[in-house]
T-cell receptor
Framework: GDSVTQMEGPVTLSEEAFLTINCTYT??????LFWYVQYPGEGLQLLLK?????DKGSNKGFEATYRKETTSFHLEKGSVQVSDSAVYFC??????????FGKGTRLHILP | ETGVTQSPTHLIKTRGQQVTLRCSSQ?????VSWYQQALGQGPQFIFQ???????GRGNFPPRFSGLQFPNYSSELNVNALELDDSALYLC??????????????FGPGTRLTVT
């Protein structure tokens, strides 16, 4: 069945470091891919998305490129801030509108 | 424009009891999806309601049931609660039509603890 695998955390970085969180997926067809962020005690917020191969989603300095050949959608940011500390979920959605999430990666940014 | 709201925020129930969680969809949205997020895990799809009818269900037993009302708000009911039902329950609303759909927007969730 369809699934999403993302790197396990926690990931701890110093402020202004470069961030990469790896995400790969297994799915038939052509899913849309997403990154969601969850701050402590809150629900999920859509961070960025890509709907077809080679699309790049971007928001708030975060980027991810839909790579169909490697079935990947890695999240990157050039210079992280303390306020980026949160849990990040990679996800896919197919035509049935059901979203399948990875297990999440907790990110800690040290000042 | 009001976002997705859920009530209650927190809830504590005893094993075997029944619980009802509520979700008010964002203005203009006609579809509500429910997800269960166990501690340390990603959300798992429970089911979706589109124009008051169930429109897809995940791998959850029949004791998880739902409703959608004419104003597109929704309820999630869980009967015969088990300890493993302890989780954050997330509701997401969106606008859909027969051939497509827009993004799902998530509410803050209801934290259910079963003792």
């Amino acid at each position: 069945g369809d699934s999403v695998t993302q790197m396990e955390g926690p990931v701890t970085l110093s402020e202004e470091a470069f961030l990469t969180i790896n995400c790969t997926y297994t799915a038939t067809g052509y899913p849309s891919l997403f990154w969601y962020v969850q701050y402590p005690g809150e629900g999920l917020q859509l961070l960025l998305k890509a709907t077809k191969a080679d699309d790049k989603g971007s928001n708030k300095g975060f980027e991810a490129t839909y790579r169909k050949e490697t079935t990947s959608f890695h999240l990157e940011k050039g210079s992280v801030q303390v306020s980026d500390s949160a849990v990040y979920f990679c996800a896919l959605r197919k035509r049935d509108d059901k979203i399948i999430f990875g297990k999440g990666t907790r990110l800690h940014i040290l000042p | 424009e009001t976002g997705v709201t859920q009530s209650p925020t927190h809830l504590i129930k005893t094993r075997g009891q029944q619980v009802t969680l509520r979700c008010s969809s964002q203005s203009g949205h006609n579809t509500v999806s429910w997800y269960q997020q166990a501690l340390g895990q990603g959300p798992q799809f429970i089911f979706q309601y589109y124009r008051e009818e169930e429109n897809g269900r995940g791998n959850f037993p029949p004791r998880f049931s739902g409703l959608q009302f004419p104003n597109y708000s929704s309820e999630l009911n869980v009967n015969a609660l088990e300890l493993d039902d302890s989780a954050l329950y997330l509701c997401a609303s969106s606008f859909a039509w027969p051939s497509g759909r827009y993004e799902q927007y998530f509410g803050p969730g209801t934290r259910l603890t079963v003792t």
